[in-house]
C-alpha cells in the first residue's frame, strides 16, 4: 500500500537555525498538510496546500514556517529560525480527493524536531 | 474557545471485551468527524469517519456513534485485541474545510 514517507525521522537544531523537513506524498494526491504534536498533547492543523499554493493556515503558521513542493513528489516545511518551542513531532499527510472529506488523510511517521 | 475534547485520558480494557471511547465536541458547526488510531512511533492512523447526516457508522469491529443534541461522539472497538492497544483520536472538520481539529487522545490498554 502507497505510504507518506517523511525524512529525517529525527532532527535536532540549535535555536535560530533553519531546518526544512521533507515529505514525499502519495504519488496521485492533490491535497498536502503538516500537522505537529507537541510531546503530550494535541495533534494540531499548520497547513493545507493544493494546486500550488496554500489554501488554509492556522494562527501557529506564522512568517517563520513556509512550505514548498519543488517538483513532482516532494513537499516540505521550511522553518527559517527555529525556537525552542518548536520542538514538535511534525507529520505530512496527504489526500487524494476534495480535501479532508475526499478521502481519509494518509500520515506520514512524522520527524521529531528538537531544538536546542 | 470551541475544541474537541475527551472524557478519558486512559482505558484499559481485557482482551475480547469491548472498549467505548468517549469525544465531547462543543463547535456545533462541525459536520465531519473522524476517528484515528495512533500507535508509538507511528502517525495517526484512519479508522472511521461519519458525517453529521448520520448517528451511527459501521466498519470492522469498530462502530461510530454521533449524538448531535449532547455533542458527544463515541468509538466502539468489538472483541478488542492487543494490536488495539494504542492512542485514539476524534477529529473534527467544520464546513468543508481542509483543517482537522484533533482532541487530546484517549489511550488505550488491552490486558491479555
Known amino acids: 500500500e502507497p505510504e507518506v514517507t517523511q525524512t529525517p525521522s529525527h532532527q535536532v537544531t540549535q535555536m535560530g537555525q533553519e531546518v526544512i523537513l521533507r515529505c514525499v506524498p502519495i504519488s496521485n494526491h492533490l491535497y498536502f498538510y503538516w500537522y505537529r504534536q507537541i510531546l503530550g498533547q494535541k495533534v494540531e492543523f499548520l497547513v493545507s496546500f493544493y494546486n500550488n499554493e496554500i489554501s488554509e493556515k492556522s494562527e501557529i503558521f506564522d512568517d517563520q514556517f513556509s512550505v514548498e513542493r519543488p517538483d513532482g513528489s516532494n513537499f516540505t516545511l521550511k522553518i527559517r529560525s527555529t525556537k525552542l518551542e518548536d520542538s514538535a513531532m511534525y507529520f505530512c499527510a496527504s489526500s487524494p480527493g476534495t480535501g479532508v472529506r475526499g478521502t481519509p488523510l494518509h500520515f506520514g511517521n512524522g520527524t521529531r524536531l528538537t531544538v536546542t | 474557545g470551541e475544541s474537541v475534547g475527551l472524557h478519558l485520558p486512559t482505558l484499559s480494557v481485557q482482551e475480547g471485551d469491548n472498549s467505548i471511547i468517549n469525544c465531547a465536541y462543543s463547535n456545533s458547526a462541525s459536520d465531519y468527524f473522524i476517528w484515528y488510531k495512533q500507535e508509538s512511533g507511528k502517525g495517526p492512523q484512519f479508522i472511521i469517519d461519519i458525517r453529521s447526516n448520520m448517528d451511527k457508522r459501521q466498519g470492522q469491529r469498530v462502530t461510530v456513534l454521533l449524538n448531535k443534541t449532547v455533542k458527544h461522539l463515541s468509538l466502539q472497538i468489538a472483541a478488542t485485541q492487543p494490536g488495539d492497544s494504542a492512542v485514539y483520536f476524534c477529529?473534527?472538520?467544520?464546513?468543508?474545510?481542509?483543517?482537522?481539529?484533533f482532541g487530546g487522545g484517549t489511550r488505550l490498554m488491552v490486558k491479555p
Open positions: 477529529a473534527e472538520n467544520i464546513n468543508g474545510g481542509n483543517m482537522l481539529t
